[in-house]
């Protein structure tokens, strides 16, 4: 593969690859090079701007499957199929995609950690496309754990965890995630976030949209929280 990246003329490169994708297609003791050669493949077709032809290159690569491929790897070229088929807006294939990475199966180490950082961003993209607001907050729950000791960084995650449990249909699961959220140590960090859930954890009834401190004279609510 390091002797196709030396290659200096373009055109010549891209021949070379496709003559190889060509020879290795469907054979099983080069499936890990043909999986490479996509990939490349797959680069410089969106790199060209077709985005379609780049989504359905990678799409012929059955990763999960091949055997001597690193599971680290494996990884990143599902999430490359999952990030191209939401760009194609293939929202089928993106669902199909989505339920094949396994973060949890990975080693805790840097490489991983931004592995999963970038599937969590991925599935709360895909989430928000359907109005799937529990999703997009367990998404959201996964990224702040993930964060949670990385000084600043746990306070996006969490902030918007709340805010899209607020937004989420109430069912038990929903009542389950808020009195989580409220329990957490962290939240008591997060004053608006810390009210919303305290309302949204009490039985009463209450006026929308929500007064903030009197002395201020100003609004609380969902737009407040996000800064808009």
Known sequence: MGALDDMADEETRMKTID????????????????ARLSSMKCRNSENSGDIKQASEILQEVQVETIGSMEL???????LEQFRLTLENNDFVRSDLVMKKVAPEKLADNEKSRDLKDRY????IRYYKTNS????????????????KTAADAWQEPLKNAVIFISMAPFDSEVSDIRHHLKDEKLI???ENSRKLLEL????????WPLDGEENKGEKFSLRTMMGI
Do not use: P, W
């Open 19 to 34: 003559v190889l994708r060509d020879i290795s297609r469907g054979k099983m003791f080069v499936e890990l090079e043909f």
């Open 120 to 123: 969590y961003h991925l599935q």
């Open 200 to 207: 949204l954890t009490t039985d009463v009834i209450m006026k």
């Open 72 to 78: 680290e790897e494996k990884c990143e070229f599902l």
């Open 188 to 190: 008591s960090k997060l």
């Open 132 to 147: 799937n607001y529990l999703e997009v907050c367990k998404a959201y729950q996964k990224l702040f754990e993930l964060k």
